[in-house]
């Protein structure tokens, strides 16, 4: 999925595959239900403000803003993204919604894109097992520094259980999807590698959550005061 040339057909059949996961095995439920916990502290005068990173086809940010809406909340997201096949699905799928803007860039440059404490939250659905592990360490730094009520990572757990349960959900999937999926667990975290990324990259008071027959996890860590 990460070449560029990675036609829309294909895409979307990986897409398809990442939004039923999303939905059915925890990673949309973790976090509108981390953010239902913190609303009960917002200020209601103005937008929650959430970036989602490496948004894919925006599924988590539409997802969010479809629960904000059911209970009057104001929460405006904002899905960057750098593959120009996501950009464009993303685009197409959040299209008539005002509450969801998709906007080209790479994450690692975000922080020069945006400033220092441009959003309420800083959002990565299974995203940084993308990354080399320098990189992961950067993007969570970066995070923390757009952020100013939490970095909220949302991403695989690599375990026995984890590769066996992908190899089960993908055994009639299409080949790039298979491959893909069956990749990407191998390239996820332990509990212990996610806190020391999140240490390392500067944020504090980091909770994390395992969904061990998912295969999820969801770190929170806090921006520096």
Excluded: Q
Aim: net charge neutral; proline share 5%.
């Amino acid at each position: 999925m990460d070449d560029p040339d990675v036609g829309p057909e294909e895409m979307r059949a990986s897409f398809r595959f990442i939004i039923a996961v999303n939905r059915w095995l925890g990673g949309t439920a973790a976090l509108r239900s981390f953010l239902a916990r913190e609303s009960r502290s917002w200020d209601r005068s103005g937008p929650i403000r959430l970036l989602d990173l490496g948004t894919g086809i925006a599924d988590i940010p539409l997802a969010v803003g479809d629960w904000a809406r059911s209970l009057g909340i104001d929460l405006r997201s904002v899905g960057l993204d750098l593959h120009p096949t996501c950009l464009e699905l993303a685009r197409e799928a959040a299209a008539g919604r005002p509450d969801v803007e998709i906007v080209a860039g790479d994450a690692r440059e975000a922080l020069e894109r945006f400033g220092p404490r441009s959003f309420d939250y800083v959002h990565a659905g299974m995203f940084l097992h993308h990354l080399a592990d320098d990189e992961v360490e950067r993007v969570l730094s970066i995070m923390g520094r757009l952020a100013v009520r939490a970095a909220v990572w949302n991403d695989l757990v690599r375990s026995p259980l984890s590769r066996l349960g992908v190899r089960l959900l993908t055994l009639r999937s299409a080949p790039i999807v298979r491959d893909d999926a069956r990749l990407s667990v191998e390239k996820g975290f332990t509990r212990a590698e996610a806190i020391g990324f999140a240490e390392r990259a500067g944020l504090t008071g980091i909770e994390l959550r395992t969904m061990p027959l998912a295969g999820r996890f969801l770190l929170v860590g806090r921006p520096k005061t």
